[in-house]
């Protein structure tokens, strides 16, 4: 038998719904610490393979050792009143930004699909924007190491740096905005390819181009109209031009810092959003 409910609550038992900024505020601060304990979880993983830090700042040291040497030669590329060594010491930086955030991301994600971690992920009630933002946060923690590389490198090539703390904070932030971009990018094309050997030239196939469809190694200028407009539409134009601004004692930004942070934020955030609609399909 059913019985009526009363008419007057009793104490303690009225049932009030939370003001819903309340509940806005109670979700963003979930999914921030649930982003900040799951890239703590992916950062602790480099005190079990630390040598990988080291093979990273291989490739980037041969660009500027040969091909800037070279080309700082030559003479062939006009950067204005820079020297071509230091118009080229921001490009090579996002270069190994992208090189390593591109093959992080979707490796890293197919990896753990195999071992059955994403399962018990997509089986709690983290938020898949968190999952996403722990990631990407860190793949930028991991690429800060490619900083201080770079940043020696740099010096002892006689490239004139900026080293004022807030033009360095600066780099450091632009660096962790273009890891995050790429490493969504590259979780975003480990949903959907789901095994190794696909991500693995996939990952070959984007990076070059990318690099090449930039202001990386060459001023825009010089581009065809064609490649002006990749240019333009890819992230790395602009992380190498607030880097640029920012890195180097001599070094202006084209578009200008806030505008370059701008844009890589709201890629960022685009780019999370579809990646947090495609997590769960990685599990399939």
């Known amino acids: 038998m059913i019985q009526p409910e009363p008419d007057v609550q009793l104490n303690g038992w009225v049932k009030t719904k939370p003001p819903r900024h309340s509940n806005v505020i109670s979700a963003i601060i979930q999914i921030f610490t649930k982003t900040l304990v799951i890239a703590e979880m992916e950062v602790r993983k480099l005190r079990h393979d ?9 490739q980037p040291s041969l660009w500027l050792l040969i091909f800037g040497q070279v080309f700082s030669k030559i003479r ?16 090579i930086l996002a270069q190994s930004v992208l090189f390593v955030a591109i093959f992080t991301g979707g490796m890293t994600l ?9 399962h018990k992920f997509l089986a709690s009630p983290t938020h898949r924007v968190a999952m996403v933002l722990g990631k990407s946060l860190a793949c930028g923690v991991r690429c800060l190491s490619q900083v201080f590389v770079i940043y ?10 900026n080293l004022h703390p807030v033009a360095f904070i600066q780099v450091l932030l632009v660096v962790l905005l273009g890891a995050g971009c790429f490493c969504t990018f590259s979780l975003i094309i480990g949903c959907v390819v789901k095994t190794r050997e696909r991500m ?3 990952g070959q196939l984007l990076t070059m181009p990318l690099f090449f469809a930039s202001n990386a190694i060459y001023p825009i200028s ?5 490649l002006k407009f990749l240019s333009h539409i890819n992230p790395l134009t602009y992380e190498v031009d607030a880097l640029r601004g920012s890195m180097l004692a001599n070094g202006t930004s084209i ?3 806030g505008v370059d942070c701008a844009i ?7 780019l999370t959003l579809i990646c947090g609609r495609l997590y769960p399909r990685v599990a399939m």
Do not use: H, N, Q
């Not at 062939?76 to 490009?91: R, W």
């Not at 020696?152 to 740096?161: D, N, P, Q, S």
């Not at 010089?222 to 064609?226: A, F, G, Q, T």
């Not at 890589?264 to 685009?270: A, Q």
């Open 76 to 91: 062939a590329i006009p950067t204005g009143d820079l020297p071509y060594l230091d118009f080229m010491s921001a490009g």
């Open 200 to 202: 693995t030239g996939i």
């Open 264 to 270: 890589l934020l709201l890629t960022l955030v685009g």
């Open 50 to 58: 630390p040598t990988d830090l080291v093979v990273r700042a291989v």
């Open 152 to 161: 020696v490198l740099a010096l002892l090539l006689g490239v004139k740096l």
């Open 222 to 226: 010089m581009m065809p109209d064609w």
């Open 255 to 257: 578009y200008g810092f």
């Open 110 to 118: 197919i990896w753990e699909r195999d071992l059955g971690i994403v």
